[in-house]
């Protein structure tokens, strides 16, 4: 099963996984899941670090290499997944976590999730 995992599943998996849910942890350990990270939390995390915020001050440049390099895919932002956004209800106002859900129904890629707000739009998305 392929996963998408937003941006923060992606931060504590790669730098905090003590920090990660147990059922992502089943998820993420599973042989038989693809994990994939998105283009657009490398992009919140660049915008947020540059910010100051202190829960992201990781590298995007040198985490986007570690997930690579530890076998997870980058799925990049196209207009698809752009235009499917005035598709959604707007229950969440944070753009960062709207695209990461209209990556996941265009996609028909599983959201993994620990953010009860995100959790509740219909399709492919999984609080974990």
Same mark, same amino acid.
């Given at each position: 099963?392929?996963?998408?995992?937003?941006?923060?599943?992606?931060?504590?998996?790669?730098?905090?996984?003590?920090?990660?849910?147990?059922?992502?942890?089943?998820?993420?350990?599973?042989?038989?899941?693809?994990?994939?990270?998105?283009?657009?939390?490398?992009?919140?995390?660049?915008?947020?670090?540059?910010?100051?915020?202190?829960?992201?001050?990781?590298?995007?440049?040198?985490?986007?290499?570690?997930?690579?390099?530890?076998? +997870?895919?980058?799925?990049?932002?196209?207009?698809?997944?752009?235009?499917?956004?005035?598709?959604?209800?707007?229950?969440?106002?944070?753009?960062?976590?709207?695209?990461?859900?209209?990556?996941?129904?265009?996609?028909?890629?599983?959201?993994?999730?620990?953010?009860?707000?995100?959790?509740? +739009?219909?399709?492919?998305?999984?609080?974990?």
């Amino acid at each position: 099963m392929k996963l998408l995992l937003d941006t923060h599943l992606i931060l504590w998996a790669a730098g905090e996984p003590e920090k990660l849910p147990s059922g992502a942890v089943d998820l993420i350990e599973n042989a038989e899941s693809e994990l994939l990270f998105s283009a657009v939390s490398l992009w919140e995390i660049a915008i947020k670090s540059g910010l100051g915020r202190d829960d992201f001050r990781v590298n995007a440049r040198l985490l986007r290499r570690g997930l690579i390099d530890n076998g +997870y895919s980058e799925l990049p932002i196209i207009g698809e997944h752009t235009l499917m956004i005035d598709t959604l209800p707007s229950i969440h106002k944070d753009p960062f976590d709207r695209l990461l859900v209209a990556q996941a129904i265009s996609e028909g890629i599983m959201l993994l999730t620990s953010d009860d707000l995100v959790a509740k +739009y219909a399709g492919p998305v999984r609080l974990v």
